[in-house]
């Protein structure tokens, strides 16, 4: 939250806190009191008990979050959406972000489970879906043809209002280059209309993480951050020891498009390269 708030073209953080704390409802209205605070992220996929977020221990901090008005990001797979279906079923009104569009298995293909688990989680009204992190999941030799099928599931199941794009860079390095992702995702949405696809490239994570509620004016944090050849370069000059470390479980941030999310790590590093393009 202090990077962001020296960091002018951030919008609102997706941050941390630990919701099986005692204390953990007064720790999320402290942390709920900065306004560019958007929600929370358990690394649920990391967490060996796949029933974690079933747990009944973490009902005074999800309430907590409802009462604050923060986004709950589900980091999760196939194999979490049993409990992750409990939670939706036992905190009606809290907005449950699915990240990385469930993490379907595009290396084997089998992809049974993830639609019906899928159609399951977007029948709950309060979900909305990133549409993010699957090239991570496919192969090195993936296409636009292994990813298709997922996109146009998850936007059968939960409709382009709620989904919302997410370049999960650096991450995404690890298969193609931002650009081709991101053209990836403009070609496989184009069946997509106008609006339908100003919704999944911003609109919805602006609805979504309420930015304007921090009082920032979105014309003038794009006008803010620095161009792509830019991020470009700062991520070659700037990144490799975080993905060669693997620090990818930090805080994510939100650009007021709506596309980049940031680990605090890339923030940390980010700021250097910013203080070094203006020496």
């Known amino acids: 939250l202090d990077i962001a708030a020296r960091t002018p073209f951030i919008a609102g953080v997706v941050g941390w806190a630990d919701l ?41 901090a999800l309430a907590a979050m409802v009462a604050h008005d923060l986004v709950f990001d589900a980091l999760i797979k196939a194999e979490h959406i049993p409990a992750t279906l409990a939670l939706l079923a036992r905190e009606p ?4 972000v699915i990240d990385h569009g469930a993490k379907p298995d595009l290396v084997t293909g089998d992809l049974a489970a993830w639609r019906e688990g899928i159609a399951a989680l977007a029948a709950h009204p309060q979900t909305v879906c990133k549409l993010s992190g699957l090239v991570t999941e496919a192969g090195p030799d993936w296409s636009l043809a292994t990813l298709q099928p997922v996109v146009d599931h998850l936007l059968m ?48 994570a602006q609805r979504v993480g309420d930015t304007e509620r921090a009082g920032l ?21 700037f990144t490799q020891d975080a993905l060669q470390a693997g620090v990818f479980g930090a805080p994510s941030y939100v650009l007021p498009s709506g596309e980049i999310f940031w680990g605090q790590d890339r923030l940390d590093l980010l700021e250097r390269a910013l203080k070094k393009l203006a020496a």
């Open 93 to 96: 009104r809290l907005t449950v």
């Open 20 to 60: 099986e704390a005692p204390d953990a409802p007064a720790r999320i209205a402290e942390l709920a009191a900065d306004p560019l605070l958007v929600g929370l992220r358990p690394m649920a996929q990391d967490i060996p008990d796949l029933g974690f977020l079933a747990r009944p221990s973490l009902a005074p």
């Open 157 to 204: 199941t939960f409709g382009p209002q709620r989904l919302i794009f997410g370049s999960d860079w650096p991450v995404v390095t690890l298969r193609a280059p931002y650009e081709r992702w991101f053209d990836a995702a403009q070609t496989l949405l184009d069946g997509c209309s106008e609006d339908e696809r100003a919704a999944i490239f911003g609109g919805t």
């Open 217 to 237: 004016d979105a014309a003038a944090l794009r006008a803010a951050a620095p161009p792509d050849a830019e991020l470009d370069e700062l991520y070659e000059k």
